[in-house]
C-alpha cells in the first residue's frame, strides 16, 4: 500500500462540554491515526467515543432538529451592557424565547419580559465617543441610555430613524426618509441637515424653448413683467433661508433617474457623502417562480432575482456636500489607479479568437462603486469621530479591484490609501474597515499578501500590517482605547479557530482562547469579557464567558444538547491533509473511519461535497450541515468510508486556494475529488469501484461535474438543489468567478454541467425544490430535458413542492435522504 503523508487533527470531544473544562473521565480509546500513515496530532488529548451501540436510524436524523438540543443562538449583550443575552427555540415552534443573565452571574438565567425584550433585542445602536450614552433603535422607536443607567424614550411610532450616529456636539444624527437630521437627545429638539429630491430642481423661470416662445416674452408685457415677479419672489425666498432659523437648508437634487445608494454626514455636521446610482430595474416581468401549494388552491406567481446573464454593470457617482454653502462636487475616480485598466484583455482576446475575431484593448474608464454592503446603515463609508476624515471603500464593477480612500474636503477629490488588485476577483468576505478612535489611523482587512489580514495606515503614509502568516483573521473589533483589535483566526491548524487579540502599538497578537473546534466571540461593551460560541466537531454550539485577560480560562455557561443525542454513536472524523496532484498545499477533509476499516474486503464509500463553494467544512467545530454530518455517522455505522473535503474554491485557505475555481468551476474541484478518491483506495481499504457521492447546491453542481466529466470517479451520485447552468445564477457571485456571459462565454461553457450531460454513464438522482429563489428549479428541468433529449436513462428525479434552497419540512429531509440513502445501497 502506497504510503501519503497527511496530517490529522484531534480534539477534544466531550459527553457534555462542562466536562471539557476539568480533567473529564473520558473513554481511554484515542482516535486511532489512518492506517500506516505517520499522524501529527494537533491537540494531544482523547476522545470521547459513546459507547452505546443504539442505530442511527434516517427517521430520527432528519425529524425536527429540534431533538438535537435547543442550542442557544444569538449571543450578544444588553443595552447596558450588563447581561449576557441569547435566544432558544420555544419546543414546537419556529419562535424563540429571549434569555438574558448577569455577567456575574452567568448561569442565573432568566427569560426576558416580553415588555422588556427591547433592551435586549435592538436593530442598531450607537455609543456617544466618551461612552457614557447609548442610543438604540427598536423597529420604529428610538431610546436613549443615559450615564446614570436609565432609559428614556426618545420617540415611538412614525417614520423611523435610521443609521443612527453621535455628533461632536453631543447631538445624535439619523436619516429619516430623504433627509438626514440631528437631535438633541435631551430636549427633543430636531434640525434638518440635509435634505435631498430626484427631481428637477424647481426654478421661477426658465429659457424659452423655442423661437416662438422667445418672441413671445420679448412681445407681450404681462409675460415678461410674470417672469420679473416669480424671480424676485424666489430670489426673496433664498434670501430668507440664509438668515432666517426658520428654515430648512436648501434641498439638494440629482438627476431624476437617479436613486439613493447612501448618505452619510460628518460627525460635525461640516460635510456630507452621497452615493447615487441609475435608477433601473433590476428584474423583469419573466423573472417569476411559480408556487404551486397556496392556501386557495391557485398558483402564485413570486418576483425572483434577475440571472447573471441578464444583469448589467453598475455604476455609483459619489459626492461631497458642503453643508454650510449647499455646494455638491462630484468625486472624480480619475485619481483611482487603474481606473481605465481594460483588466479582462486577455479574456476579452481569448473569446475573440474562439469567434475568429481580433480584440483591440479598451482604455475606457471602469465603472466602480460603493464596495457591496449588505446593510444600509452599515454603508462602506466610514467617518472618524471627530468629523475631520472620511475613508470610503470602493470596488470596480468588474470585481477585480477594491480601493480604501480618504477625501480631500478642500480640493473635493478622492486621495488612494490602499488598491487591492486581483486578477481573479477581491474576495467578498474579509472588507472591515474603520478609524481608531483616538487618532486619524484606519484599520483594514486586506489580502494582498494572499491571505486577510489586518492592517493600519494613516492618510497619505504607507501601510503597516500587523498580522501576518499563512491563516485567516476574522471579525476584527476594535477595543474603545484603541489598544487592541479583536479577531479570530485559524492559526494553530486550518480547521481550529481561536480568538486573539493584537496590540495597535507593537502589533504583537496574544491567544485569548484555546479551546480547539470552533470558536467565536462578542466582546462586552466595557472590553471586559468575552462571550463566546464554542463547539467541537461532534457537538453543536454552547456558550462560554471569560475575561479579556489572556490565560485565564473560559468557563461554560449553557448545556444544551439532549440526551438522546449524547446517546448515539456519533461519529468522530479525523482531518486529514490529502496530497494534492495539483497544488502545493494539500486538500484538507475529515475522514470517517468505522471501527476496524482496514480488516475484512474493501469496503463501500461516500464523498460529500459542501455547498457555497467558498465555504470551510473540513473543520474541528460543529458543521452548518449538522444533518449531513449525522447521515455520515449513519453511514459509518454501517461499514461505510465517508470523505467530506475542503476542495480547491473552499473557505480558510487563502487567496490562491480560493482562486484556482477562476473562469474553470468544477475543474479543479474534480481533480481534488480524484486526489481524495486515491487516498481512500490507498490508505482505507476503499473499493473504487464502490464509490458514490452527494451534495447540494455548489455540491450538487460538483456532483454533476464529476459524473459528467469523470464518469469512471463514481459509480453513483446525488445532485441536491443544483446548479447546471451558470447564466442562469445570480450577477454577484456568478460574475466574481466568471465573469459575465457576454463577456466571457468561454467561462460559463466550461464550467456549466449541462454543456457536459453526455457523458452521464452512473446511476444519477436530481433532488429538485421547486420554491428555491437561489438555485432555480428551472435548472433542474432544463438539465433533465437535456438527459432526455441525450436519451440516458440512468437517472431519476425528486421534487419537492413547498421547499426553498434550504428545506424546512422535516418530511422533505426524509424524503429527501431515503432517496440518497437507497441509492448508494442499490448501486455501490
Not at 581 to 592: G, L, N, T, W
Amino acid at each position: 500500500m502506497k504510503k501519503m503523508l497527511s496530517i490529522v487533527a484531534t480534539v477534544t470531544l466531550c459527553g457534555s462540554l462542562s466536562a471539557c473544562m476539568t480533567t473529564a473521565e473520558h473513554d481511554n480509546r484515542p482516535v486511532k491515526p489512518v492506517s500506516s500513515l505517520p499522524a501529527v496530532t494537533i491537540h494531544p488529548h482523547v476522545v470521547e467515543q459513546q459507547t452505546d451501540n443504539t442505530a442511527i436510524t434516517i427517521e430520527q436524523i432528519m425529524s425536527d432538529p429540534q431533538w438535537i438540543g435547543r442550542t442557544p443562538v444569538r449571543p450578544g449583550w444588553s443595552i447596558d451592557g450588563k447581561k449576557i443575552v441569547y435566544e432558544q427555540p420555544i419546543e414546537n415552534s419556529n419562535l424563540y424565547t429571549v434569555f438574558a443573565a448577569p455577567v456575574t452571574s452567568p448561569k442565573n438565567v432568566k427569560p426576558v419580559p416580553l415588555s422588556e425584550i427591547y433592551q435586549y433585542r435592538f436593530d442598531e445602536r450607537a455609543v456617544s465617543p466618551d461612552g457614557d450614552v447609548t442610543v438604540f433603535r427598536v423597529d420604529n422607536s428610538v431610546f436613549v441610555l443615559n450615564g446614570e443607567n436609565n432609559i428614556v424614550q426618545l420617540t415611538r411610532g412614525g417614520e423611523a430613524l435610521r443609521g443612527i450616529g453621535f455628533m461632536t456636539d453631543g447631538r445624535i444624527t439619523a436619516r429619516v426618509g430623504n433627509s438626514i437630521i440631528a437631535m438633541n437627545i435631551e430636549t427633543g429638539q430636531r434640525e434638518v441637515l440635509l435634505s435631498w429630491a430626484f427631481s428637477d430642481k424647481p426654478e421661477a423661470v426658465t429659457p424659452a424653448r423655442d423661437y416662438i416662445a422667445k418672441e413671445q416674452q420679448a412681445l407681450i408685457y404681462y409675460v415678461a413683467e410674470q417672469r420679473r415677479l416669480r424671480e424676485a419672489a424666489s430670489q426673496r425666498e433664498q434670501d430668507i433661508r440664509q438668515v432666517s432659523l426658520a428654515y430648512a437648508p436648501e434641498t439638494i437634487y440629482f438627476n431624476k433617474n437617479d436613486r439613493l445608494v447612501s448618505a452619510s454626514v460628518s460627525p460635525d455636521g461640516a460635510y456630507a457623502i452621497i452615493a447615487t446610482t441609475e435608477n433601473r430595474a433590476t428584474s423583469a416581468d419573466t423573472d417569476i417562480m411559480p408556487h404551486y401549494i397556496q392556501e386557495d388552491g391557485r398558483i402564485a406567481a413570486l418576483r425572483v432575482r434577475q440571472r447573471v446573464a441578464d444583469s448589467e454593470q453598475v455604476q455609483h457617482d459619489v459626492w461631497l456636500v458642503n453643508l454650510t454653502s449647499g455646494k455638491k462636487s462630484k468625486l472624480s475616480y480619475l485619481s483611482l489607479p487603474g481606473y481605465n485598466e481594460d483588466v479582462l484583455a486577455s479574456v476579452k482576446a481569448e473569446n475573440a479568437a474562439a469567434r475568429g475575431e481580433s480584440y483591440q484593448v479598451n482604455r475606457l474608464p471602469r465603472k466602480i462603486r460603493l464596495f457591496s454592503s449588505r446593510n444600509f446603515n452599515n454603508p462602506s463609508i466610514r467617518w472618524h469621530e471627530s468629523g475631520k476624515h472620511v475613508a470610503l471603500m470602493l470596488e470596480a464593477a468588474d470585481n477585480k479591484d477594491r480601493w480604501i480612500v480618504s477625501v480631500d474636503f478642500k480640493n473635493s477629490a478622492f486621495e488612494v490609501m490602499e488598491r487591492l488588485h486581483d486578477d481573479a476577483w477581491i474576495n467578498y468576505s474579509h472588507n472591515q474597515f474603520g478609524w481608531l478612535k483616538q487618532s486619524a489611523t484606519l484599520f483594514y482587512q486586506s489580502e494582498q499578501d494572499g491571505y486577510s489580514h489586518l492592517y493600519l495606515q494613516k492618510p497619505g503614509e504607507a501601510p503597516k500590517q500587523i498580522t501576518r502568516g499563512q491563516f485567516v483573521v476574522e471579525s476584527p473589533s476594535l477595543s474603545r482605547d484603541d489598544a487592541f483589535i479583536y479577531y479570530t483566526a485559524n492559526k494553530k491548524h486550518p480547521g481550529i479557530y481561536e480568538v486573539y487579540r493584537v496590540s495597535t502599538q507593537t502589533g504583537e497578537s496574544e491567544a485569548l482562547t484555546d479551546l480547539n473546534g470552533i470558536t467565536d466571540y462578542r466582546l462586552s461593551p466595557d472590553n471586559r469579557t468575552l462571550l463566546l460560541t464554542h463547539s467541537k466537531v461532534n457537538r453543536p454550539p454552547e456558550l462560554y464567558i471569560k475575561p479579556t485577560v489572556p490565560d485565564t480560562p473560559a468557563k461554560q455557561i449553557t448545556t444544551t444538547v439532549s440526551e438522546t443525542f449524547l446517546s448515539l454513536p456519533w461519529a468522530v472524523p479525523q482531518v486529514v491533509a490529502i496530497p494534492s496532484s495539483h497544488s502545493k498545499q494539500p486538500i484538507y477533509a475529515r475522514i470517517y473511519l468505522p471501527d476496524n476499516y482496514m480488516e475484512g474486503p474493501a469496503r463501500k464509500a461516500v464523498v460529500f461535497n459542501h455547498g457555497a463553494g467558498y465555504l470551510q467544512n473540513a473543520h474541528l467545530g460543529w458543521s452548518d450541515y449538522f444533518r449531513e454530518y449525522m447521515f455520515n455517522s449513519m453511514l459509518v455505522q454501517q461499514g461505510y468510508v465517508v470523505m467530506d473535503m475542503d476542495y480547491r474554491a473552499s473557505k480558510g485557505y487563502g487567496r490562491d486556494w480560493r482562486t484556482a475555481i477562476y473562469r474553470q468551476m468544477g475543474t479543479p474541484e474534480v481533480e481534488d475529488l480524484q486526489d481524495g478518491v486515491n487516498w481512500l483506495v490507498e490508505n482505507a481499504n476503499v473499493d473504487v469501484n464502490r464509490i458514490g457521492t452527494y451534495g447540494g447546491s455548489y455540491g450538487g453542481f460538483l456532483t454533476f461535474m464529476s459524473m459528467f466529466k469523470k464518469p469512471e470517479l463514481f459509480a453513483a451520485g446525488a445532485a441536491l438543489r443544483p446548479v447546471s447552468d451558470w447564466a442562469h445564477y445570480n450577477y454577484g457571485y456568478t460574475s466574481n468567478i466568471l465573469n459575465t456571459p457576454d463577456v466571457d462565454p468561454i467561462a460559463f461553457k466550461r464550467s456549466s454541467p449541462i454543456y457536459f450531460a453526455e457523458g452521464l454513464q452512473k446511476p444519477l438522482l436530481i433532488i429538485a425544490p421547486m420554491v428555491d429563489n437561489n438555485v432555480f428549479f428551472q435548472d433542474s428541468v432544463r438539465l433533465v430535458q437535456r438527459l432526455i433529449e441525450l436519451e440516458k436513462t440512468d437517472f431519476e428525479t425528486a421534487i419537492y413542492p413547498v421547499e426553498p434552497h434550504g428545506f424546512v419540512q422535516p418530511s422533505s429531509w426524509l424524503d429527501e435522504y431515503r432517496r440518497i440513502y437507497k441509492l448508494f445501497e442499490t448501486n455501490l
